[in-house]
């Protein structure tokens, strides 16, 4: 079970789990404090993780939408991001798997570069978000975000599928067709 | 129309079993739905795992993405919508429901309209106390504009003319008062020497003439410095008691002519 799979099991009732990968861990926990903080119908799961693959011996719920979240400051969060990927099923990335580029506020401290960011959220077709999850107000503001995501993954919102959300997200900086 | 009816039958006849009925077909459909899943369930566990690389993740996704996207598309186009059976008591529960949200509804309205209501009447009190203030001011400008009127109606010349006589007869009289006050001052206490010292017999002897009180001198000056004001100086003659000429010199209220120590003047006291 190295490899996360989109539906390997049935889903509990009226429960929506998250996953978030990133290699520190004071940001994922603000950010998860935040998303339960906000009240929505359905029974919210947080679970943390430093980077894939999960150890296998622990019995969690089916995954509905994992978020990466990289660290704009250091490279190390970013490479490690890169080899996580390739303990996901590809089809997780219809619509189940969101990249989080924090950090980008301070441009000095940045030594991953935006575009890099950008790049890689477009070979896996996902969004890309960008939130400074040191400011309390922004992080609460993508939190909300997030959970509204999170609720369209599993299936919480009748009509609209993860695959429609994906289709719906048009990323406003798509790399010109010259460099793909 | 006419399938509809048998179904109705049965519903109608006790209201026990049409709720029975409603929930035993909703768990029913719940169960339905449930295997579906397990099915579904069981068929995707049979379907390997592959990960993705990024050389070929653009190209493998979204050929994925095609896939699944017209999946979905023939998924709405063939699905036909069922409605749960409107029997009654879920026509009574949904009928609740929308009341329910109607009173939410019109609860905020009627609280928005009274608070609009307030600040209307706020408003509507401030304007009226406004007005009345203008009134006020308006009402005062009014009696004012009235009274400066008459004032101008009344306004002629020989009014003028009686009001400046009348203040010229004032005038004159505190002056014939001042002098009055001025000369009982001056007799009182700048007396003309009746009695001469034995010190001064000698110079007192040289003089003839009779001597004229300080009083009259004062007056001399004064009346020679308005008639003729630019050549105000008075000659010392005999009659002048030269220690009372003295007196005016050095307290200065007459002043010696620069060329000639015979003449004196009064000093401008007035310019």
Not at chain 1, 35 to 53: G, I, Q, T, W
Not at chain 1, 109 to 136: G, I, M, N, Q
Not at chain 2, 64 to 71: E, G, P, R
Request: negative net charge.
């Amino acid at each position: 079970m190295s490899v996360l799979r989109p539906m390997d099991k049935l889903p509990d009732l009226n429960r929506a789990t998250i996953l978030l990968v990133g290699t520190e861990d004071a940001p994922l926990q603000q950010l998860a404090e935040s998303m339960l903080k906000d009240d929505c119908a359905s029974e919210l799961r947080v679970h943390l993780a430093n980077s894939l693959p999960l150890p296998s011996d622990v019995n969690r719920p089916r995954i509905d939408l994992i978020v990466f979240v990289i660290n704009l400051h250091s490279k190390h969060s970013f490479q490690k991001v890169e080899e996580s990927l390739n303990h996901v099923d590809s089809r997780f990335f219809l619509g189940k798997v969101c990249f989080l580029a924090t950090g980008a506020g301070r441009e000095s401290h940045c030594s991953v570069h935006r575009s890099t960011v950008v790049k890689l959220a477009h070979t896996y077709r996902s969004p890309l978000l960008f939130c400074d999850l040191e400011v309390e107000s922004f992080r609460a503001t993508m939190a909300q975000r997030l959970v509204r995501m999170l609720q369209i993954c599993a299936g919480h919102v009748p009509g609209v599928s993860a695959l429609n959300l994906l289709s719906l997200l048009r990323s406003s900086d798509s790399l010109p067709s010259k460099e793909s | 129309m006419s399938e509809n009816q048998p179904e109705l039958h049965p519903d109608i006849t006790t209201d026990m079993e049409v709720v029975i009925d409603t929930e035993e077909e909703l768990i029913k459909q719940c169960e339905k739905m449930w295997e579906d899943m397990e099915d579904c369930q069981n068929k995707l566990s049979l379907i390997g795992t592959e990960t993705l690389t990024s050389s070929n993740a653009q190209l493998s996704l979204l050929s994925m993405q095609i896939k699944c996207l017209t999946a979905e598309l023939d998924h709405w186009n063939k699905r036909t919508h069922e409605i749960t059976p409107l029997t009654e008591d879920v026509l009574i529960t949904l009928g609740k429901e929308e009341f329910q949200k109607l009173r939410c509804n019109l609860e905020m309205v009627v609280s928005t309209i009274q608070s609009k209501n307030e600040k209307l009447k706020e408003d509507l009190e401030r304007e009226q106390q406004w007005l009345d203030e203008q009134q006020q001011i308006l009402e005062s400008l009014n009696v004012l504009h009235s009274d400066l009127k008459n004032r101008d109606v009344t306004f002629s010349v020989s009014r003028i003319f009686k009001e400046l006589k009348a203040k010229m007869l004032s005038i004159k009289d505190f002056k014939e008062k001042l002098l009055f006050t001025l000369g009982e001052f001056l007799e009182d206490h700048f007396p003309l020497p009746d009695g001469t010292s034995k010190k001064k017999k000698k110079c007192m002897q040289t003089s003839n003439a009779q001597l004229i009180t300080l009083h009259e001198i004062i007056e001399m000056l004064i009346n020679r410095m308005f008639d003729a004001p630019h050549d105000p100086y008075v000659k010392i003659s005999d009659s002048f008691w030269p220690p009372y000429i003295e007196l005016l010199l050095r307290n200065g209220i007459a002043l010696r002519h620069p060329e000639d120590p015979t003449q004196i003047r009064l000093e401008a006291f007035h310019q």
